[in-house]
């Protein structure tokens, strides 16, 4: 019987993306500068970046 509970790793479609673009990138078969290759590992950060400081500063306007 399988342990359910038990982590389940695995390459996201973000990261899947990033790694083609790397790869198409490095082949020469794209020419996309680096920042956009690397979008699919920057741009979720940055979101939760933005997400969390917006739900801060909210929390702080309610409390004060």
Do not use: N
């Not at 990261?15 to 020469?28: C, P, Q, S």
């Not at 920057?42 to 929390?59: E, N």
């Amino acid at each position: 019987m399988s342990d359910s509970s038990s982590p389940s790793g695995g390459i996201t479609a973000a990261g899947t993306a990033g790694i083609i673009f790397v790869v198409l990138k490095l082949t020469d078969v794209i020419d996309w500068s680096w920042w956009w290759v690397l979008s699919p590992f920057w741009i979720p950060a940055a979101t939760t970046v933005v997400v969390l400081g917006v739900v801060a500063l909210i929390a702080l306007w309610r409390v004060s």
